[in-house]
T-cell receptor, first 116, second 115 residues
Framework: AQSVTQLGSHVSVSEGALVLLRCNYS??????LFWYVQYPNQRLQLLLK??????LVKGINGFEAEFKKSETSFHLTKPSAHMSDAAEYFC??????????????FGTGTKLQVIP | DTGVSQDPRHKITKRGQNVTFRCDPI?????LYWYRQTLGQGPEFLTY????????KSRLLSDRFSAERPKGSFSTLEIQRTEQGDSAMYLC?????????????FGPGTRLLVL
């Protein structure tokens, strides 16, 4: 079984401030981890993904996330928020299930508001 | 546009009616997923196809739901005897490959409202 917990359904930051969106996962097998973003009126798109190559993963638009196995976390960060970062962010975990295929489980999402 | 497309984008129906949604994946993608998303929730897995074979169905998928992917191309999701609780955004995603690292590409979704 696998699950994802995103702490904070809404996060507000000032423009230029650090963005930190939290994600903790649970998986009985080594997982792959993803962050997806949904900008207003747009479809879900991949922001970045962890595939066991490197624990610090860089994505689009200056975002990055660090896989910490000991903490079962995959928090998303950006040093300086921009107004265009306002969106909903979803953490997801992918792991092999008993049927042998990769099942993807999404978190409940965090809406990021950027205050000018 | 070579991305995943879904039709219709919006559907309003009365309780008890049947509805069918279509998803056209990216052409070279052999894997196709259906998700349901309600307000304040992330996408919830419904079912998964590898080519034309439906390999997994969620317990969320009651007997009123059926999905097909004939010839491993487009897919349809049918809901029979719709209920108000079926109101949600229905998302389709596709990807290639056999491992777990390949990116899923999402369609724009079909928003269903059951009155």
């Amino acid at each position: 079984a696998q699950s994802v917990t995103q702490l904070g359904s809404h996060v507000s930051v000032s423009e230029g401030a650090l963005v930190l969106l939290r994600c903790n996962y649970s998986s009985s097998v080594p997982p792959y981890l993803f962050w997806y973003v949904q900008y207003p009126n747009q479809r879900l798109q991949l922001l970045l993904k962890y595939t066991s190559a490197a624990t610090l993963v860089k994505g689009i638009n200056g975002f990055e996330a660090e896989f910490k196995k000991s903490e079962t976390s995959f928090h998303l960060t950006k040093p300086s928020a921009h107004m265009s970062d306002a969106a909903e962010y979803f953490c997801a975990v992918s792991a092999s299930n008993s049927g042998g295929y990769q099942k993807v489980t999404f978190g409940t999402g965090t809406k990021l508001q950027v205050i000018p | 546009d070579t991305g995943v497309s879904q039709d219709p984008r919006h559907k309003i129906t009365k309780r008890g009616q049947n509805v069918t949604f279509r998803c056209d994946p990216i052409s070279e993608h052999n894997r196709l997923y259906w998700y349901r998303q309600t307000l304040g929730q992330g996408p919830e897995f419904l079912t998964y196809f590898q080519n034309e074979a439906q390999l997994e169905k969620s317990r969320l998928l009651s007997d009123r739901f059926s999905a097909e992917r004939p010839k491993g191309s487009f897919s349809t999701l049918e809901i029979q005897r719709t209920e108000q609780g079926d109101s949600a955004m229905y998302l389709c995603a596709s990807r290639t490959g056999t491992g777990g690292t390949e990116t899923q590409y999402f369609g724009p979704g079909t928003r269903l409202l059951v009155l």
